[in-house]
């Protein structure tokens, strides 16, 4: 019984030494050094005025999808097309293609 005591003492003092020594390892030898700076994506740029210039072009695609998107709705809204509301329709729908690839490309 007393034997069982002393195993089980010297065992819980054996896990709380790892645990420490674990401990003092991972935040000195085992620590990474600081990185300078912000940290970056690979191969991604940052230049302000790209970003800016980025943003504008969202902007305007948002607005010129809205405007096609209106001019879309009331071609459809017609009871009966012609030829040149299909040829019409088609462009636009094209229009509105066109922005999504390139903000798909981006």
Do not use: C, W
Not at 2 to 26: D, E, N, Q, V
Not at 56 to 78: A, F, M, N, P
């Amino acid at each position: 019984m007393f034997r069982k005591t002393i195993s089980k003492r010297i065992t819980f003092l054996a896990m709380i030494i790892l645990i420490l020594g674990s401990g003092i390892m991972a935040f000195t030898v085992l620590r990474k050094p600081k990185a300078d700076g912000f940290p970056r994506m690979p191969g991604m740029n940052f230049n302000s005025d790209a970003g800016l210039n980025r943003t504008l072009s969202i902007y305007q695609d948002l607005e010129q999808l809205e405007v096609l998107g209106g001019q879309v709705r009331t071609i459809i809204k017609k009871k009966k097309l012609t030829d040149a509301d299909s040829v019409l329709l088609k462009f636009k729908l094209k229009q509105i293609d066109s922005i999504y690839k390139r903000a798909v490309a981006h």
